[in-house]
C-alpha cells in the first residue's frame, strides 16, 4: 500500500490589537522572502524578531484594563466601607487626618494647631508663631467635619486616588480678626526683616578690599493680610502663611571713598571699654583689624567731603558683644542699642576706642531673723522707700523667709555717667575724697546727715546745680548746692552736696561742726571746698556714699 500522506495542517494568524502607542517601540521589518521560503510549509516558516515581546504586549491591554478596575472598586470600596472616616491621604493645614472619625480628626487638628502654630514664610525661611497673636483663630470641628465629608460629593476621579494613595491638602476653617493680624505681624517683623548692607571694607587674604552693598528685606504687614485675604482659606492648605515682602535697597552702594579712611584706622585694634559705674569696675575688649574690618560700612554724611561718614554694620557688632557675655558676671548686662550707638558714634568720628555702660540687674534678698527693711536698706545702700515700692506687700510687715526685691542701683544714675570721674563720701570716715583719672585730686573733712535724718548710703550721681538752695523745712538757704539723691521717691526734695548753711538771711550755721554728724541728710563741705567742687563736678558724675 503507498503510505499515507499526513494530513495536511492549517495555520490560522490571530491579529491582536497593537498596544497603546505611547509604550509602543519601533520593531524591525522581518527580512523579504525569498522564492525558496515561499516553498517552505507554513508550519516551518521563520519567526520574526521581536515576536516575545509582541506575545507580552498581547496581554499588556487587559492587565492595565484590570489594574484600573482594580483601583474603582478599591475608591469604592473606602466609601462605601469608610463613609464616617476620612480618606486615607486627607491632610488639614498639613495635619494628617486619613482614616479618623470625625472626633478622633477634631482632637488631632487641634492639639497639633496648638503645638505648632502658624507657620510664616519666607522663601524658604520659616518662622512658626501662635495664630492668637495674628488673630486667627480656628474651628477644629468644622475642619474635622470638611475633611471626613471629602469624597462624598462633586471630587472626581483623580481627587479620590489623590485621596486614597498619595495626599489631598485642605485648608482650615477659621476666623480672622484683621487689626490683630496687622499688629502682630507688625511686632514679629523685627525677627524675620533682613535690614540692608551698605557697601563697606572687608580683609580678603590679607589685603582690604571693598565689600558689596547688600539688598535688604522688610515684611509688609497690611499687603500680606491683603494677598491673604485674597487666597481666602486655601493659603493655609499646607499650615504656613506666605509673606510679602519689601525690597530694602541699601543707602551706600560705593565703598571706594571710604576704603582710603578705613586704611589708615585698621592699623590698631579696636577697643570696648565696658564701664560699671555702681562697682567702679572695666572690662576691656579688643576687637583685631581683620575682625573689626568685616563691620566697616558707610554712612551718608553732608558734613563730609566725600559725602559719607565711616559706620559700623550693627548685626556684626552685635554679634561680637553677645560672645563677650561670658566675660560679665551675671549680675551685669549691656543695653545694646545704646552701647550699639556708642560705639557707632566713635567710628563716624573716626576713633578706634569706645566707653561703653554696663548695667547691673535687681537683686533679691531673703530676709532673715533680726532684719529690718531700714537695715536691710542701708546694706544694699537704697533708700528703703524704695525697696518698699518694689516690693508692695512690705505694707503688711516683713517675714522671716520672705524673698525680696533690691532696685538696682543702676535707678539712681538717671543721666549719662561721667566715667573718669567720682565722689567718694564715708560717713565713718566723715570725709569727702575726689578722684579724677583714677587718681586722689582732693581729700577734705565733711559732715553728713544725724541718725534720726542720716545721709543714705549708695551709689548716686549729680544731678543738679544751684547757686543757693532753700530747704524750707528747717528754713535753711544752702550755697553752691548739688543734688545727689531724693530720699523719697517721685519727690522734689533733694539730699546733696553744699556749704555752710544760713538761716533767717544772716545767721551761719555748723562752721566749727566738721567732721561731725550735723546736717539733716546732706554733706556739708567748707564754703572754699564746696566752690571748687561745686565747678568741677558736671551733672553726671558718680556720687558713692559708704558707710
Not at 535753711?476 to 553744699?498: E, K, S
Amino acid at each position: 500500500m503507498p503510505p499515507r500522506r499526513a494530513p495536511r495542517t492549517r495555520t490560522t494568524l490571530r491579529r491582536a490589537a497593537p498596544p497603546p502607542q505611547p509604550t509602543l517601540q519601533p520593531l524591525p521589518l522581518p527580512p523579504a522572502p525569498t522564492p525558496q521560503s515561499r516553498r517552505r510549509p507554513p508550519h516551518r516558516q521563520q519567526k520574526p524578531n521581536g515576536s516575545g515581546w509582541m506575545n507580552w504586549a498581547i496581554f499588556a491591554a487587559p492587565l492595565a484594563l484590570l489594574g484600573v478596575l482594580a483601583l474603582i472598586v478599591l475608591v469604592g470600596a473606602v466609601l462605601l466601607f469608610s463613609g464616617s472616616r476620612a480618606l486615607p491621604g486627607i491632610q488639614v493645614a498639613g495635619i494628617p487626618v486619613g482614616g479618623m472619625n470625625a472626633e478622633t480628626a477634631v482632637a488631632q487638628i487641634a492639639q497639633t494647631w496648638d503645638g505648632r502654630g502658624v507657620l510664616l514664610r519666607d522663601g524658604d525661611q520659616i518662622y512658626p508663631i501662635q495664630p492668637s497673636l495674628l488673630g486667627i483663630s480656628l474651628d477644629a470641628a468644622a475642619s474635622a467635619q470638611a475633611a471626613v465629608g471629602y469624597g462624598r460629593t462633586g471630587v472626581s476621579m483623580g481627587g479620590l486616588v489623590r485621596a486614597a494613595f498619595d495626599k489631598v491638602a485642605l485648608a482650615p476653617i477659621i476666623s480672622l480678626d484683621r487689626e490683630t493680624f496687622v499688629r502682630g505681624l507688625a511686632e514679629i517683623a523685627p525677627q524675620i526683616d533682613r535690614p540692608a548692607r551698605n557697601a563697606g571694607v572687608a580683609f580678603v587674604g590679607g589685603a582690604l578690599q571693598e565689600r558689596a552693598a547688600v539688598e535688604g528685606r522688610a515684611v509688609d504687614a497690611s499687603a500680606t493680610l491683603a494677598q491673604f485675604e485674597a487666597q481666602g482659606i486655601s493659603a493655609l492648605r499646607d499650615g504656613a502663611l506666605d509673606l510679602v515682602m519689601q525690597r530694602i535697597a541699601p543707602t551706600v552702594t560705593d565703598a571706594a571713598p571710604i576704603l582710603a579712611a578705613a586704611q589708615s584706622l585698621l592699623a590698631s585694634p579696636f577697643r570696648i571699654d565696658a564701664y560699671n559705674p555702681v562697682t567702679n569696675t572695666r572690662v576691656n575688649w579688643q576687637v583685631m583689624p581683620d575682625t573689626w574690618a568685616s563691620w566697616l560700612t558707610a554712612s551718608p554724611d553732608d558734613t563730609q567731603p566725600t559725602g559719607l561718614a565711616l559706620a559700623f554694620d550693627t548685626n556684626g557688632v552685635r554679634g561680637y558683644l553677645e560672645g563677650q557675655r561670658g566675660t560679665l558676671s551675671q549680675n551685669e548686662y549691656l543695653n545694646m542699642d545704646e552701647t550699639l550707638a556708642t560705639i557707632n558714634a566713635a567710628i563716624a568720628r573716626a576713633e578706634t576706642q569706645a566707653v561703653v555702660r554696663l548695667y547691673n540687674r535687681d537683686a533679691t534678698h531673703t530676709v532673715q531673723p533680726g532684719e529690718s527693711i531700714t537695715s536691710i536698706a542701708w546694706d544694699y545702700g537704697v533708700p528703703y522707700l524704695y525697696i518698699q515700692q518694689a516690693n508692695p506687700s512690705l505694707e503688711d510687715g516683713l517675714s522671716v523667709g520672705e524673698t525680696i526685691t533690691i532696685p538696682s542701683a543702676d535707678d539712681f544714675l538717671e543721666l549719662p555717667v561721667v566715667p573718669d570721674k567720682r565722689i567718694v563720701v564715708s560717713i565713718g570716715e566723715q570725709r569727702v575724697r575726689v578722684y579724677e583719672g583714677g587718681a586722689l585730686r582732693w581729700d577734705w573733712v565733711a559732715s553728713t546727715g544725724i541718725t534720726s535724718s542720716p545721709t543714705w548710703t549708695g551709689i548716686y550721681q549729680i544731678i543738679s546745680h544751684e547757686p543757693n538752695a532753700y530747704a524750707g523745712n528747717w528754713d535753711l538757704w544752702m550755697p553752691n548746692f548739688m543734688g545727689v539723691y531724693r530720699p523719697i521717691p517721685g519727690a522734689d526734695f533733694t539730699n546733696g552736696f553744699h556749704g555752710f548753711p544760713t538761716r533767717g538771711g544772716s545767721q551761719l550755721l555748723w562752721t566749727n561742726s566738721l567732721g561731725t554728724r550735723v546736717t539733716y541728710g546732706c554733706i556739708l563741705l567748707s564754703n572754699e571746698n564746696i566752690r571748687l567742687l561745686y565747678d568741677w563736678a558736671e551733672q553726671g558724675v558718680v556720687v558713692e556714699i559708704q558707710a
